[in-house]
């Protein structure tokens, strides 16, 4: 072909582009964020460029920043259950689906990516409200004598992050399901298998990379989302990243916002990759 | 009363009837293959079998019982599947001993049991690898392991050897027939592989569109095809026309042949191409004229222009000379080579 390539610095050529772009628009940005989290902070005298670690003393100190971090782990947790719980048995339904139906359930299942998150959010807060549907349909059925508490708890925040989040882990239990021998039941069935033996033994141990893969980015997402806590949650119940955003634009303390933001970096990284060595290591054999 | 009965079986998806009317009996210890082209019901009768597949007409009856009635997961039957769907999170031993486990046998026995199974199929020493890093011909023996293993009723084979290069496969048709024979599991294969299912099995059913076209041994089917479809997808044939005089005899070009059964009118034969004699020209037969020869080293392949249509010859390498192109010669063959095809020759 006249178009082979000889010039072994081509490669690089090429990717230059979207090097440039991840480096000025990602890795830069971040530096500076770590870099501004060493800077001093005055209320009268504002940012002063000079290397200081009293942000990071006052998150290590303060037992404020350890209650917004345990309570950001703890939703992006049970956000992440929540969406296995759910995600998984959809999967494995939408995967046994024909292939016409498939396709409009898949269209159902990505839908909340579909819609702004801002705009989805209010609309969960129209449902959870103390006079939202949910609570007025329990108190119809006489299942609660008063609103139940869903705005600004902890209860509303995984609601709402489960809602959005669940696509992400259907797709990922999803792309593993496919990759199941098709007769794979049916033998496990002819060996004297019931179905609950079957899931258990059979399908679940070979999904669980799915399953975990679909955690790591169910948790990411959830540590690190903005609007439905800020929207749910309110400022009663701050996570991370609202914290980190008031830090900058109310209390205009960006050093000690800053500091905030890197710690939820670093410790999400440090889970991903912990987590993944971990899923690796332990199943080699079906993730060839 | 035979081992597995199958009486009048019959299934449709919708408007597509997948098997009609299908009658089968089947001996202890046999070894029966349902072979067809693509489609023709065979997968779907083994699966109604295994129960995977509810059957909308007829019955099955194993031992006497109806094995319909019976869940799919308690029907203990052995099955070998075509992609052999091996447990790719479980060890070999683990793969085998499964179902075993699900039996409630216990440890001791379970793993005795898992021993000789893999000695059996000549899996020795492989007990703790895993089934990617096997080769297909080593994972068809875990599967077939696997399914003996928990003393069947009956074994059901669906195109196991498909999946396996031509070598390899002619090697485990073999040791699968020995291994059948050892056991002495009632065994039921699917296949489309003409040569598999003559090779393997004690009887044959030859199906197509979903009904059965002809039962019986791998030799009686082949030498006495019951239709033009059997006699063309059973190996290669020729069709030779010719008429039938009203007294048992049919007429081709002048040269006469007993065949009891013939009607008067045109008839359709079905004769082997290793079957049809080769002599010098005024021989007793009727005439042709060699077109072409190949020379496939055991043997001659002969297209011949001849007044019964064109044909086919196989001639040994004897070493003796062979006509050459555009060489007339005389064609016959003896009464009990020629198969009447009922059809006709239709289709």
Redesign the interface.
Known sequence: MSLAVTDRSAPYWLTAPGLLVFLGLVIVPLGMTALLSFYDWGQYKGIVPAFTLKNWAEIATDSYFFEVFLRTFRIAILVTLATILIGVPEAYILNRMSPGWRSVCMLVVIGPLLVSVVARTLGWALLLGSTGLVNQGLMALGLIGTPLEFMFTETGVVIALTHVLVPFMILSVWASLQRL????E?????????WL?IWR??IL??IVPGVLSGSIIVFALAASAFASPAIIGGRRLKVAATLAYDEFLNTLNWPLGAAVATLLLVALVAIIVGSNRLIERR?A??F? | MSHLVLEALGKSYGAVVAVEGLDLAVERGEFVSLLGPSGCGKTTTLQMI???VPLDRGRILLDGGDLAAVA????????V?????????MTVAENIA??LE??GVGRAEREKRTLEAMALVGLKGFAER?P?RMSGGQQQRVALA??LV?KPALLLLDEPLSNLDAKLREEMQGELRQIQRSVGTTTILVTHDQHEAMALSDRIVLMNQGRVEQIGAPDAVYGRPSSAFVANFLGKTNMLKGSGDGAGRVLIDGFAIALPGAGPGPVALAVRPERLVLAAPGAPGFGGRIAGRVFQGSYWLLTIESAAGPLTVMRGNDGTAVPAEGEAVSLSFAPGDAALLADGGAS
């Open positions: 021998d098709p007769q794979i049916n033998a496990a069935m002819s060996l004297g298998a019931g033996t033994r059979v141990p070979q199943y054999q079906v060839e | 295994a129960g995977f799919p997961n308690r029907r203990g039957l052995g099955i599947f075509q992609s052999y769907a091996l447990f790719p999170h499964f179902g699900m039996r895993y990617r696997r399914a928990i």
